[in-house]
């Protein structure tokens, strides 16, 4: 999705969803990769997304918006 920003000049907000069987590694390279995402019942998107949220709505499944343009 980045590179095809960089090759048309658009803008494209990445959303993450349905990410409850992540594993840990992958959950860290994920949040890196989206602008928006859910937190769903997965453990590892939780753990990780600390520190990286500018804003969190919700709380039983909540959705995570890590970059200024996914808030």
Known sequence: ???LEKQ???KIITFGVHVTGMG???AKEFISLVDITTGCTSRH???QIKGHALAQ???AIPIFAITQRGK
Do not use: L
Request: hydrophobic content about 25%; aromatic content about 6%; glycine content about 6%.
């Open 57 to 59: 709505f919700g709380t």
């Open 24 to 26: 840990e590694e992958e």
């Open 8 to 10: 048309h000049d658009v």
């Open 45 to 47: 998107i939780r753990e």
């Open 1 to 3: 999705m980045r590179e």
